[in-house]
């Protein structure tokens, strides 16, 4: 089973709600908690397990071999991203602009575009009793975060057993990223506040997980700020409301000094427990 825990805008509570729920739910069951907000991880400021594995992710880039080169142009008119060009005398390559797709290589007559690996990133393993924990960070200056997301998810399908509830911390809003780790989910739920903004952007992610053809839920955090709009919203769409966080000065010194609110404030704990209870249900 695996649960993706996302967001229309970012400062909605994801993680909070992912760490919280993955220890909890790791005190009966095995869970594999995986940080794919590969961009800015932090989940790990939660998770104190021990360190088991660290892997280098790479994705293949084509690389000119001037020597077998005719400048025919073909790569250039083949490549829809705009990331090989020929200019004058040379074939430039811009690997940001690059999806790793093989057509200028595989389509080079010259064979003068080998693919070769580029590192973008890396995947790290820790452990802490049934829970075990994957983040996935993204090297600085690389612009494209899906590779690792998938690379991320397939490194997940090669170490969760069947039994395992796996819980992915999304990256927030509605982009590319953000479907990437939707669509390799079985059930979506979506943290939202109730702002004006926090239901705007709800509104924004019901649409995204629709399309994908996801079932989900709501989660409401800081419940007791802002107005009624947003579970309003949810009842008039009957998407269901899984648990209503209250806003919690108590939660909100917990979270800050890196502790983890579920058995150490009473509201969390009833409402990850209700969340708990959902995900038992739907498995």
């Not at 997980?209 to 800081?222: D, Q, T």
Request: with cysteine.
């Amino acid at each position: 089973m695996k649960i993706a825990i996302a967001s229309g805008k970012g400062g909605t509570g994801k993680t909070t709600i992912s760490t919280n729920l993955a220890l909890s739910m790791a005190s009966d069951h095995r869970v594999l908690l995986a940080d794919m907000d590969v961009e800015e991880p932090d989940s790990a400021l939660f998770i104190k397990g021990n360190h088991l594995e660290e892997r280098i992710v790479t994705r293949d880039i084509p690389v000119w071999d001037s020597d077998r080169c005719t400048l025919c142009g073909e790569c250039q008119e083949i490549c829809n991203f705009n990331a090989v060009v020929r200019i004058a005398s040379q074939i430039m390559i811009f690997p940001n602009l690059c999806h790793s797709c093989y057509a200028c290589s595989e389509l080079c007559r010259d064979e003068a575009l080998p693919m070769k690996p580029s590192r973008i990133g890396v995947i790290t393993r820790s452990e802490q009793g049934n829970l075990t924990f994957v983040e996935g960070r993204i090297d600085i200056g690389q612009e494209q975060a899906v590779p690792l997301i998938k690379s991320v998810g397939e490194y997940i399908e090669s170490i969760a057993d069947k039994d395992t509830v796996v819980i992915m911390d999304s990256p927030p809003g509605s982009s590319c990223p953000v479907m990437e780790v939707v669509g390799q989910s079985d059930f979506v739920i979506l943290v939202t506040e109730p702002t004006p903004f926090g239901l705007n952007d709800l509104q924004i992610a019901v649409e995204t997980v629709r399309k994908l053809g996801k079932p989900f839920g709501v989660i409401i955090n800081r419940s007791t700020l802002g107005n009624s709009a947003v579970a309003d919203y949810c009842r008039a769409e009957r998407i269901r409301v899984i648990a209503s966080i209250p806003n919690s000065l108590n939660i909100a010194r917990i979270y800050s000094a890196g502790g983890l609110s579920c058995g150490m404030d009473p509201d969390m704990s009833r409402e990850i427990g209700k969340v708990k209870a959902f995900i038992k249900l739907i498995s």
